[in-house]
């Protein structure tokens, strides 16, 4: 049993969203205020055990007019069905998988409901919905409008986050994946029981205070104490944990007779105080040990020293704490499972941004381990029975990100959803990438895991040829961004810089597109002319009959010339969200450079000494005689007064241009804000 897929609806960002799971691992990444952490929330309080309830904030802010919609229609006094069908809902439609020969599928058996034989999943429809009386409930006293129109839509909005607890409702039904208008209502309880809850978050109180010992690491302790007195199938680890408790209740006993005695003698009688009718009413003392309050909070996991002298959790680095943490929560998530007799058909555990203060390398081997720590707990500690674990990691490590394979990552991307409003897309690379050759695909990984590179968090993207143009980039950026004050600044948006060459750059251009990444790619006309033996050789840009670029060559005909290259319009240079960017003259009519190094000389030929003739040949010969690093170098960092070649200026002032960065809204960064504090709140009170 897995879950295969879940729809959401008007839950924060989330407001019209589908995700595929990976059987085992599922990958999720984007930038920052994409929603990333909204999937997860939502999660928590579907499978959580406290009473399930949702606020005015976590409902889209793009489906709040809808709120606005009923109550001018409830004014009216139209028919109230319609009216109350206007109200918004927050929905989660979960299908889950089964094998159609298992012996028992437990509480899934209650929700397929199908009568098709070729059908092997089970679908369920939570609806956070209004009551029949919302419409009393939200609005009984708003029927009279206000005079500022303003005004009168921020009453409403005021009043409902009042409102909102008392006019809705969860519910659940099962539904036939063939037939919609075929459903089940079912107890929501019932989704606890299919589907277990872990949930490692990001803020995790790992803070670096050496002075005081937060012990995050022991209080994992208890759960796992928990889970063995209850453990049916291991009676070592029971019997181990009863023998703990017995050990509790005998301290318990001699604290009675003993500690409890003296220290009732410290009391005083009541006779000293001499108050007529004051009898004493014989106080005594008594102590008590409460296993589970001794685990928790007197109970410390410290680490081994010399000498016998052990170091607290504090002591160690904050990566490894929290790798050890990490570690510890996922066998107190199997050991919660395994303890239980009636344990879920399935098990999600969510883990959010499990890189942090982790290194790189150690980030690689988290994601590359997890499916294999999972492996070993079923191992050695079930007898290889089987746990069925679905991991969901979100991150904005470009390093676990390019560890994993596409088919397991999904693609977070925030986009305009009103004035001043954004909303989450999802981009499921196991869909978009499933049609791309196997050859592109396994380039595409390899590059990314060898460039480290962080093509998923960017807001955009430029591809470069070489070493020069990559040293020289920021100084172009920021000379470009100089020139063009009051204009969008290049130098403000999260760029990525990806070192590709012209034989490959074509090769991202299905998966940029994927991304809706907006990208410039800066390349060399590469001019040449047949040559002896009927192979072509570098030339001028005026004598080149060709361009051996396969950038350019797949972006327009493979036949294109320089000529027609040197004639092609700004817009014939851009295809939706991506532009090329290759030598052009730097007044027109004058001349071309072929490549990076001579089109900079040609920009700030007062920098060199060419002498007279063919300025193009002089150029392209003078820069063949540098290495290229050095000549960057001396340009970035000693010889800093240049100016960025006029391809590259131009290509540069577009990407700054129709900036997709996600960019919300006073209203909206409050709610999210808000909605955020409230949950941090909420937390603190159940860990507390």
């Not at 851009?574 to 007044?587: C, K, M, S, V």
Request: proline fraction near 5%.
């Amino acid at each position: 049993m897995r879950i295969n897929r879940a729809k959401i609806e008007n839950f924060r960002l989330l407001r019209d969203v589908e995700i595929g799971f990976e059987e085992q691992t599922t990958l999720i990444v984007g930038r920052n205020n994409s929603g990333k952490t909204s999937i997860a929330e939502l999660f928590r309080r579907l499978l959580s055990d406290r009473a399930l309830s949702f606020r005015l904030e976590d409902f889209s802010l793009g489906c709040h007019e809808c709120f606005w919609t009923s109550l001018v229609s409830f004014r009216a006094q139209q028919d109230s069905s319609e009216t109350l069908g206007q109200l918004p809902a927050i929905k989660l439609v979960l299908d889950i998988g089964y094998d159609v020969d298992a012996a028992d599928l437990g509480p899934l058996s209650e929700c397929i409901i199908d009568l098709n034989p070729d059908c092997h999943e089970a679908r369920l429809e939570f609806r956070f919905a209004p009551k029949a009386n919302a419409l009393q409930a939200l609005f009984v006293d708003l029927t009279e409008p206000l005079e500022d129109p303003e005004a009168d839509r921020a009453r409403l909005y005021r009043e409902l986050g009042n409102r909102i607890a008392s006019a809705y409702a969860g519910s659940l039904e099962a539904v036939d994946p063939n037939d919609p208008t075929n459903r089940k209502t079912l107890e929501p309880k019932i989704l606890s029981a299919l589907v277990g809850g872990g949930f490692i978050n990001a803020q995790r109180g790992l803070d670096d205070d050496t002075f005081r010992e937060r012990d995050v690491l022991g209080k994992v302790v208890e759960v796992l104490f928990q889970s063995a007195l209850t453990d049916e199938l291991d009676p070592t680890r029971r019997s181990t944990a009863e023998q703990l408790k017995e050990a509790v209740d005998q301290i318990q006993g001699d604290l009675h007779i003993g500690f409890n005695a003296k220290l009732t003698s410290l009391l005083p009688t009541f006779d000293l105080f001499g108050y007529p009718g004051l009898v004493d009413p014989g106080l005594v003392t008594e102590t008590s040990f409460d296993v589970d309050k001794l685990l928790s909070n007197h109970t410390r996991l410290r680490y081994r020293g010399v000498n016998g002298v052990t170091l607290p959790e504090t002591y160690n680095g904050l990566g490894a704490r929290n790798l050890v943490y990490m570690l510890l929560q996922l066998l107190r998530f199997f050991r919660e499972f395994q303890g239980t007799p009636t344990a879920a058909g399935v098990h999600l555990i969510f883990i959010e941004e499990p890189e942090a203060h982790l290194h790189p390398q150690m980030q690689e081997v988290f994601i590359r381990q997890l499916e294999y720590i999972a492996n070993a707990f079923v191992a050695q500690l079930n007898a290889d029975r089987p746990w069925p674990v679905q991991f969901v990691v979100t991150t904005h490590s470009p390093h676990m990100a390019n560890e994993a394979r596409f088919e397991s990552l999904r693609y977070f991307l925030s986009v305009t959803d009103g004035p001043g409003l954004r909303r989450s897309v999802v981009k499921d690379l196991r869909q978009g990438m499933g049609g791309a050759p196997e050859e592109d695909r396994n380039f595409l990984h390899q590059y990314l895991t060898l460039s480290r590179c962080d093509l998923f968090f960017a807001d955009k993207a430029v591809l470069i040829e070489g070493t020069a143009e990559r040293l020289l980039l920021p100084a172009m950026i920021r000379k470009t961004d100089a020139a063009a004050q009051g204009e969008p600044q290049l130098s403000s948006q999260y760029l990525t810089v990806m070192e590709v060459g012209g034989a490959y750059a074509h090769r991202f251009f299905g998966l940029l597109a994927f991304l809706e990444l907006r990208t410039l790619i800066i390349t060399d006309i590469d001019s040449v002319a047949p040559g002896a033996k009927n192979k072509r050789v570098a030339v001028r840009v005026a004598e080149g009959t060709f361009t051996s670029n396969a950038c350019i060559k797949s972006w327009y005909e493979p036949d294109v010339s320089p000529a027609q290259l040197l004639d092609k319009s700004t817009e014939e240079k851009t295809d939706g969200g991506r532009r090329l960017a290759y030598q052009i003259p730097e007044q027109d009519g004058g001349p071309c450079a072929r490549s990076f190094e001579d089109a900079f000389i040609l920009a700030n030929p007062e920098l060199f000494d060419l002498g007279e003739g063919d300025q193009a040949t002089l150029a392209y010969e003078h820069a063949a005689e540098q290495k290229k690093s050095s000549f960057a170098l001396e340009h970035a960092i000693v010889n800093t007064e240049w100016r960025t070649p006029r391809y590259i200026g131009e290509g540069l002032r577009w990407l700054a241009q129709g900036n997709p960065a996600p960019t919300l809204g006073p209203d909206a960064i409050a709610a999210e804000l808000v909605a955020e504090v409230i949950d941090a709140a909420d937390g603190a009170q159940v860990d507390g």
